[in-house]
């Protein structure tokens, strides 16, 4: 009788799963469905009519996560009905864990009864049982799929694999769509980049063709056809740049405007302003007091158009219309005045003209090769990223980007943890030795003599324990860039052999007698001051203008406040792909601490202080109390010339100090106390200007 038991059992099994094969089989037709399908409303509408053979529901909706992760489209179909425009929605707080949690599906048995849970405000009226899922594109939430019944406690385990199924081909669908979007947008901006060529074509044509005033209002009416308008002004200052007046407009309502005006003190202030958008000229606390307030103009992109940096007249775009132009009108808007404003420059010579055109396009494809290194090197370099748009920031990486395209030897300045070995690999990266290697050493982390092997080799039987030979890092570098970091902390002997390195491009291994050739690139960087170093005698001046030749100051954190924020949220990324649970914002009042801290590590502390945040807050919103941020220390009395500020380096000294009483000066004892060798201790005495201390 139990043996029978037991068959019947297991048969029930066979057949349950046989049933849930099926199921799953039913939905995968699916797929075949919805290949060529990129519109949502159609895909949720077949996925009904496929789930409804395969699992009971009165409701399906689809939430899909904008970019910003606050806010849902709500794609949704109920009884059968096709599915409707879709809505936004702001995430509503009982689905927040949904976003920050992992999980892999919910069922509610009464979407009344779990109020907290439910999200009732996103689930189709009179639904009372409801099973969800994610849809994941690439392992992110992309979206969640609700199915919902009128039937209270009507769905179980089995139906979850049929769900996921239906998520899965959903996701495959909204890869499609995400596609389909992209090549759109990128149609688009072909259009749009193909319609502003052909405007400055049009545009240079007719401004060369007479004087401008006379041809206002035709270049108005080409430059309408990408940037819709009422009036076109372009004001010019007179001498004094107290006044102006107006050189030239267009439209129905531009003989209302005056010939001269009072130029306001804050347009000529700011020797940095390009452009405005306006949204409301009434409400503008510069504009509201003029004509175009008074006349009933709201909208307006306000441009200077400046010759050698200086401003020398205003071009406006103005609109009745409200809040009608965004900032990616910027770009038409630039084209134009930049267009105008060389008809401008012939008073001083049609040469002029062609340099600010050229110096103009230079600076745009700089600019844009800038951004697109950026993009490059970060797709590439993990949590080494280049980011940042604070100017003193983008100046240096601009300058990086010039030098990139040359053999000309760089030396990095700045304190330490400023991105120094970031700035080297943006080089690499930019040159033409891209495809060659990088290799990086770090001149303060050996001893002199281990120093000098891993930078030239050495040959077998060169000292204890060089059992066969090795190249060395100038030899590794061959087609690339050698990094020296912290190149302030070489030896005066490594010094003068290196310096031969770069006035002779030869060298010898250690031990060797061979000159080898070396055609890698120096790329060195530091945190100490070396002319006062080399003051102390304890660098080479000759070496010093050879690594000299063009130097790029990289700002600390505390001089590029503005990016604390942009760094903190890539770091906020990038270590949430290596711990467990990673956090899900910052909140304001640790925003705020962060903005204020002194950032005496710079961009190096900044990842370390939140690395610690992200695991202390366990998956929620790290706090200010989640920030081991320091108070400012007190320097010491008397501080090394070349020490640069920082806790650690003043730690780290005042732990050698100490030790060197303790052990009565004593180098060997000294060294054992602190875990050194002896060569490494070297290494820091000199580096804190300790090395003068006798036994």
């Known amino acids: 009788m139990g043996g029978h038991v037991r068959g019947h059992d297991q048969a029930e099994r066979v057949d349950t799963e046989l049933a849930g094969l099926r199921r799953l089989a039913i939905v995968d037709e699916l797929l075949t469905t919805l290949v060529d399908v990129l519109d949502l409303r159609e895909v949720l509408t077949r996925v009904s009519e496929i789930a409804s053979r395969v699992l009971s ?17 709500a794609y949704g179909i109920a009884d059968v009905a096709p599915a409707g425009t879709p809505s936004q929605h702001a995430v509503p707080d009982g689905a927040r864990h949904l976003l920050t949690e992992p999980w892999e599906f919910e069922i509610l048995d009464d979407v009344r009864a779990d109020a907290p849970r439910s999200t009732s405000q996103l689930v189709a009226p009179g639904q009372r049982s409801l099973l969800r899922v994610p849809v994941r594109i690439h392992g992110r939430l992309a979206a969640i799929l609700a199915v919902t019944s009128k039937t209270p406690g009507i769905y179980r385990h089995a139906d979850v694999a049929v769900a996921q199924r239906l998520a899965d081909h959903i996701a495959l669908a909204l890869s499609h769509q995400r596609l389909a979007e992209q090549a759109r947008e990128a149609g ?28 206002f209002d035709r270049v108005s009416a080409i430059a309408r056809r990408v940037l819709p308008h009422d009036t076109l002004l372009l004001i010019v200052g007179l001498p004094g740049r107290r006044r102006a007046k107006l050189y030239a407009s267009s439209g129905a309502g531009a003989a209302a405007f005056p010939d001269e005006y009072e130029v306001p003190p804050e347009i000529v202030a700011d020797p940095d302003w390009d452009a405005e958008v306006i949204d409301d000229l009434s409400a503008h606390p510069v504009w509201r007091h003029e004509e175009g307030a008074k006349r009933g103009y709201h909208s307006c992109i306000e441009l200077a158009v400046r010759l050698d940096r200086e401003l020398v ?58 951004r697109a290194l950026t993009e490059e090197l970060n797709a590439h370099s993990g949590y080494r990223r280049v980011v940042g748009s604070a100017p003193v920031w983008r100046r240096a990486l601009t300058q990086a980007t010039q030098v990139a395209g040359t053999e000309t030897t760089v030396l990095l300045l700045g304190e330490s943890g400023t991105g120094k070995e970031v700035v080297a690999r943006f080089i690499h990266r930019a040159s033409s030795r891209a495809d060659g290697p990088l290799v990086a050493l770090n001149c303060a982390a050996l001893p002199e003599q281990l120093l000098e092997a891993e930078l030239f080799g050495y040959e077998r039987g060169a000292f204890t324990g060089a059992t066969q030979s090795k190249p060395g890092q ?82 600390s954190l505390r001089d590029r406040r503005g990016d604390v924020l942009l760094l903190s949220e890539a770091f906020i990324t990038e270590i949430g792909r290596s711990i467990g649970r990673p956090p899900s914002g910052i909140s304001r009042q640790a925003q705020q601490a962060l903005l204020d801290y002194h950032w005496p590590g710079n961009v190096r502390e900044l990842r370390n202080i939140l690395e610690r945040a992200a695991i202390l807050c366990d998956g929620g919103l790290i706090e200010a109390e989640h920030l081991a941020l320091r108070p400012p220390s007190n320097p010491p009395a008397a501080p090394h010339p070349a020490d640069p500020p920082g806790d650690l380096r003043t730690l780290e000294r005042a732990m050698i100090e100490k030790a060197l009483r303790d052990a009565r000066f004593n180098k060997s004892e000294t060294a054992k106390a602190l875990g050194l060798t002896r060569a490494q201790l070297y290494v820091r005495l000199r580096r804190h200007g300790l090395d003068k201390h006798t036994l």
């Open 188 to 215: 688009e901006l072909r259009t749009r980049t193909a319609a502003l060529e052909l405007l400055d074509e049009l545009l240079a044509t007719l401004v060369d063709t007479g004087d401008l005033p006379d041809v």
């Open 57 to 73: 529901h009165d409701a399906i909706t689809l939430l899909v996560l904008t970019d910003d992760c606050e806010h849902v489209l």
């Open 474 to 555: 100038l030899e590794q570098a061959a087609g690339g860039v050698l990094f020296l970091d912290e190149v302030g902390e070489m030896s005066v002997t490594a010094q003068a052999k290196f310096l031969r390195v770069l006035e002779q491009r030869e060298f010898q291994r250690l031990g060797g007698t061979r000159v080898l050739k070396t055609d890698a690139r120096i790329i060195a960087a530091t945190n100490r001051d070396l002319q006062k170093a080399i003051e102390r005698g304890q660098f080479r001046e000759d070496l010093y203008y050879r690594l000299n030749v063009f130097a790029i100051h990289l700002p």
């Open 313 to 370: 007249a205003v071009m406006a775009f103005i609109s009745f219309a409200r809040a009608l132009y965004k900032e990616a009108d910027l770009l038409v808007a630039r084209r134009i005045r930049d267009r105008l404003a060389l008809h401008l420059t012939r008073g001083q010579g049609v040469e002029a003209s062609r340099r600010a055109e050229e110096a103009m396009a230079r600076a745009l494809a700089l600019e844009s090769r800038v």
